[in-house]
């Protein structure tokens, strides 16, 4: 893969010393919050730990060790090197010396300003949504030690500066480290509230923007990092377990005679929807979950469920224009601008439900005390705070009894983000009745069958043109159901009618759509659901970027310029859009092989792919050759990061287009594990060439943004080979060979 950006090319650090955690007691804090820094209160640095604690945000030690709170988690995205180092950006920090320290607990002085301070890590917020706070902590710890040095100098504070890890006085020649200046027992001054004006500008950054190691991979490469299923301590036990086929059910009769005679199994354990085998060993705990007899309820509506007809009924849904929608974005009068068209274009797009893949399944360790009402836990979640109250309320305890540790998770793409998660609570659970601590582990199968899906969706897009081939009003309906609801009732209960899990994207942003309506068509839930990368606008950009090479077709307009004609208030996008088609050679006749074009974002970012397929028309696979991405997502904090990240979008959604697929039959799941649930192969993977054009403005998110567009370039791609549309995800041979026919 090629992988390039337009700012200059530097070299690589050289590996990261990895230093220990110095435990030491505050001896000076400032609140964060809604309002950003505070002044600091006078008090004086504990000599005998030789530790000054700026602000809540860092701790430097007297050995020079910088340690730096990373307040989001960890789940292959590299935020734990991300965050820590734009604080480290404006401290001046040595980032050799830094130290990243896991938050383990909700504290909300620590949350996403993004999501009201909850600690979340989801939608690519975690840089963009933590930039200010991080450096304006660490602007002022900055002040802080020069002020100390100034004072211990008797000089103006104007006068010292700082070199990475150090204050010095030029005049003079004097140095002190910053070790040094948090082993000093100096009185500590009142320091101001840092603004904008006092934060680095970015011609001085160092270590922003530049491509330094990411701290988390060198564990993973050599196999040391610990996930939540590697955990192991002292008694543990292993738990497995049998849940209801169908969502809603419960166990009429158990029968476990034979799986407890099971060598090494302990007890059985009922669970709000399965039975949990507890054992010494993992292998007995499957081994005897395998022979558990259960008689389930068979009462439950799931029973009906059937992803087939719930998808037929949504299309249904979207087509009937009786059926009121709830508007989720609009402008001007697009039901007017259409009426008045020259002509009208109108398409149907649907995608199926969707597994997270993720490469660790659900896992969790919880050590319940003995009177039941605290815990020490460890476990992979994209939040704190969900975590929390997931155990408080399985215990019915307070946050102050429970002892949190957070985990790396081997992927998550949205599927750790539950206001309450079953997989720690039937850990919680297990381990309150046999008295031990337990893990529990959920195999692949467990993890297709009864993981939590990105919705299926059915979408009628209506638009018109005038007689001049100009786009001239836009109808978005997506019939889907509200993930919301479903995975987080509490924030439901927020934002109800509005869900922008299921449908961001829709808004249609970036364009100058002067007549607009967007509308989510409710519709009833018949499966788990959860948020997936890129949320909505995997499905919804599919629908609308593949719609708009309609509407150019119709127009007698090449796809570029159409798009380009939309652009004029948009000049980042259009620069996007051109310097795509000047990578991949935009504008050469099919042959074997055709190209397709999409421009898409999340949130403010914006990215514009190519794609490059061949077809086999005797099998129907659909094959992409080559895949071209040109990104602007602010202020790239980690360049070569956000290019991985940028790759790892493309290739989900390239998997995603042409295998993924989830089916539900008398609500039961039919997939259950990689085999009949197929993802994108190694093989499969096109050469990937990405350009990150950099904008002046802030970051904006680089995690999700390689995957909404990713669907329709090939859909696009396909009708320039083929002259045929392909209008459901995902691609499958047989839905290639449908539209051939």
């Known amino acids: 893969m090629r992988r390039n950006n337009n700012t200059e090319t530097v070299s690589a650090t050289p590996a990261l010393s990895r230093r220990g955690f110095l435990a030491g007691t505050a001896a000076l804090t400032f609140a964060i919050g809604s309002g950003g820094l505070v002044a600091v209160a006078r008090a004086t640095a504990a000599a005998a730990d030789k530790t000054l604690k700026p602000n809540a945000w860092l701790?430097?030690?007297?050995?020079?060790?910088?340690?730096?709170?990373?307040?989001?988690?960890?789940?292959?995205?590299?935020?734990?090197?991300?965050?820590?180092?734009?604080?480290?950006?404006?401290?001046?920090?040595?980032?050799?010396?830094?130290?990243?320290?896991?938050?383990?607990?909700?504290?909300?002085?620590?949350?996403?300003?993004?999501?009201g301070g909850v600690l979340y890590t989801a939608g690519s917020t975690g840089v963009y949504g933590y930039f200010d706070t991080l450096r304006k902590a660490g602007a002022q710890a900055r002040r802080l030690l020069m002020q100390i040095a100034a004072d211990a100098w008797s000089v103006?504070?104007?006068?010292?500066?700082?070199?990475?890890?150090?204050?010095?006085?030029?005049a003079s020649g004097r140095r002190?480290?910053?070790?040094?200046?948090?082993?000093?027992?100096?009185?500590?001054?009142?320091?101001?509230?840092?603004?904008?004006?006092?934060?680095?500008?970015?011609?001085?950054?160092?270590?922003?923007?530049?491509?330094?190691?990411?701290?988390?991979?060198p564990a993973k490469s050599n196999g040391s990092e610990r996930y939540a299923i590697d955990v192991w301590v002292p008694g543990m036990a292993y738990a497995a377990v049998l849940r209801s086929p169908v969502e809603g059910e419960t166990a009429v009769e158990v029968d476990d005679a034979a799986a407890l005679a099971v060598s090494g199994v302990l007890q059985t354990v009922r669970l709000p929807d399965g039975i949990a085998v507890v054992a010494e060993r993992l292998e007995a705990a499957l081994a005897a979950k395998a022979l558990l007899e259960v008689t389930w309820s068979e009462t439950a509506a799931a029973r009906s469920y059937d992803s087939a007809a719930d998808l037929s009924g949504y299309a249904a849904a979207a087509a009937d224009s009786a059926r009121e929608g709830v508007t989720?974005?609009?402008?001007?009068?697009?039901?007017?601008?259409?009426?008045?068209?020259?002509?009208?274009?109108?398409?149907?797009?649907?995608?199926?439900?969707?597994?997270?893949?993720?490469?660790?399944?659900?896992?969790?360790?919880?050590?319940?005390?003995?009177?039941?009402?605290?815990?020490?836990?460890?476990?992979?979640?994209?939040?704190?705070?969900?975590?929390?109250?997931?155990?408080?309320?399985?215990?019915?305890?307070?946050?102050?009894?429970?002892?949190?540790?957070?985990?790396?998770?081997?992927?998550?793409?949205?599927?750790?983000?539950?206001l309450t998660q079953e997989y720690l609570r039937d850990a919680l659970l297990t381990s309150k009745a046999v008295g031990r601590p337990v893990k529990v582990v959920w195999t692949r199968e467990d993890d297709v069958k009864f993981g939590w899906f990105r919705p299926a969706t059915a979408q009628r897009l209506r638009a018109g043109l005038t007689a001049e081939g100009r786009l001239s009003g836009w109808h978005h309906r997506v019939a889907t159901p509200s993930v919301i609801a479903y995975f987080n009732p509490l924030r439901w209960d927020?934002?109800?009618?509005?869900?922008?899990?299921?449908?961001?994207?829709?808004?249609?942003?970036?364009?100058?759509?002067?007549?607009?309506?967007?509308?989510?068509?409710?519709?009833?839930?018949?499966?788990?659901?959860?948020?997936?990368?890129?949320?909505?606008?995997?499905?919804?950009?599919?629908?609308?970027?593949?719609?708009?090479?309609?509407?150019?077709?119709?127009?007698?307009?090449?796809?570029?310029?159409?798009?380009?004609?939309?652009?004029?208030?948009?000049?980042?996008?259009?620069?996007?859009?051109?310097?795509?088609?000047?990578?991949?050679?935009?504008?050469?006749?099919?042959?074997?092989?055709?190209?397709?074009?999409?421009?898409?974002?999340?949130?403010?970012?914006?990215a514009a792919g190519i794609a490059e397929v061949s077809l086999d028309r005797d099998s129907g696979r659909l094959a992409v050759t080559r895949f071209w991405a040109a990104v602007d997502a602010?202020?790239?904090?980690?360049?070569?990061?956000?290019?991985?990240?940028i790759e790892g979008g493309i290739v989900f959604g390239l998997s995603s287009a042409l295998k993924e697929r989830i089916t539900v039959e008398g609500g039961e799941v039919v997939q259950s594990n990689y085999y009949d649930y197929e993802i994108l192969r190694a093989d499969e993977v096109p050469e990937i060439d990405i350009q990150l054009q950099v904008s002046d403005g802030p970051p904006t998110g680089i995690g999700e943004v390689g995957t909404p567009m990713v669907a329709a370039a090939v859909a696009n791609a396909f009708h320039a080979l083929t002259g045929r549309r392909l209008r459901h995800l995902p691609f499958t041979p047989e839905r290639v060979l449908e539209a051939l026919a």
Do not use: C
């Not at 249609?508 to 788990?528: M, P, Q």
């Open 176 to 217: 002190l480290s910053y070790g040094e200046i948090a082993a000093l027992n100096a009185p500590l001054p009142a320091v101001a509230e840092i603004g904008e004006e006092d934060l680095k500008p970015r011609s001085a950054y160092r270590l922003i923007g530049q491509d330094l190691p990411r701290r988390d991979v």
């Open 156 to 170: 103006p504070l104007d006068s010292v500066a700082t070199e990475p890890g150090a204050v010095i006085h030029s």
């Open 634 to 645: 602010g202020l790239i904090v980690a360049p070569d990061n956000a290019l991985a990240q």
């Open 328 to 418: 989720w974005a609009a402008k001007g009068d697009a039901p007017a601008a259409i009426a008045g068209a020259a002509r009208v274009v109108e398409a149907d797009y649907r995608s199926d439900y969707a597994y997270h893949a993720q490469m660790e399944p659900m896992a969790a360790v919880a050590a319940v005390d003995p009177d039941g009402r605290g815990a020490e836990v460890w476990v992979g979640t994209q939040t704190q705070s969900w975590t929390m109250r997931t155990i408080t309320e399985v215990l019915d305890t307070t946050a102050d009894r429970i002892r949190l540790h957070m985990m790396t998770m081997g992927g998550s793409f949205g599927r750790r983000t539950a």
């Open 494 to 606: 927020q934002v109800e009618p509005k869900d922008i899990i299921s449908m961001r994207g829709s808004e249609n942003k970036f364009y100058g759509i002067a007549d607009l309506h967007a509308e989510h068509v409710v519709t009833e839930r018949h499966a788990r659901l959860a948020p997936w990368r890129a949320i909505g606008a995997s499905y919804t950009s599919f629908a609308a970027e593949a719609f708009m090479d309609e509407l150019a077709e119709a127009a007698g307009s090449d796809p570029l310029d159409f798009r380009l004609g939309l652009l004029d208030d948009n000049p980042r996008g259009r620069e996007l859009l051109q310097r795509v088609a000047g990578m991949a050679g935009w504008g050469r006749a099919p042959g074997e092989t055709a190209l397709g074009l999409a421009f898409a974002g999340y949130g403010d970012s914006m």
């Open 59 to 115: 701790t430097i030690a007297g050995d020079e060790t910088v340690t730096i709170v990373f307040p989001s988690t960890e789940m292959g995205q590299g935020s734990s090197t991300a965050l820590p180092l734009i604080l480290a950006e404006e401290l001046d920090a040595d980032w050799d010396r830094v130290v990243i320290d896991q938050l383990d607990r909700d504290d909300r002085n620590f949350g996403n300003p993004i999501f």
